[in-house]
């Protein structure tokens, strides 16, 4: 992983705003707060056509904490078409497989493993 992106709005943008000045996207879309000690970027909105409402909304909460939806991810990287992002679309097209059944986990789960 490079890096962690992190779209925020509300106190959650005034928090970001306070670790540093914010600065253009490289898209030109929007503000971007880079975390001076760790590899994020927090930004306060997403690229053209997304609505940065719609994703933190529909956001999916692990352990409390908000993740973009996997299938947003994935559109948003086949629409990018960057090089970068190829490995992670193979590796989303793949969890997704492993989810319907279609092909087997790389690795067990603790639940398919036994002590004997």
């Known amino acids: 992983m490079g890096d962690l992106d992190v779209l925020a709005r509300g106190e959650a943008w005034q928090c970001a705003l306070r670790l540093g000045a914010p600065e253009p996207t490289i898209s030109g879309y929007g503000l971007r707060v880079v975390h001076p000690t760790a590899s994020i970027e927090i930004m306060d909105r997403w690229t053209p ?13 692990i352990d409390g904490v908000p993740f973009m939806r996997l299938g947003d991810i ?6 990018a078409a960057r090089p970068k992002d190829h490995a992670d679309i193979t590796a989303i097209r793949h969890l997704y497989r ?6 087997e986990p790389l690795f067990p789960s603790a639940s398919d493993t036994s002590d004997a």
């Open 98 to 103: 492993v989810w319907t059944g279609e092909v």
């Open 49 to 61: 056509g997304w609505s940065t409402d719609r994703l933190i909304d529909d956001a999916d909460v």
């Open 74 to 79: 994935l559109r948003w990287k086949i629409a």
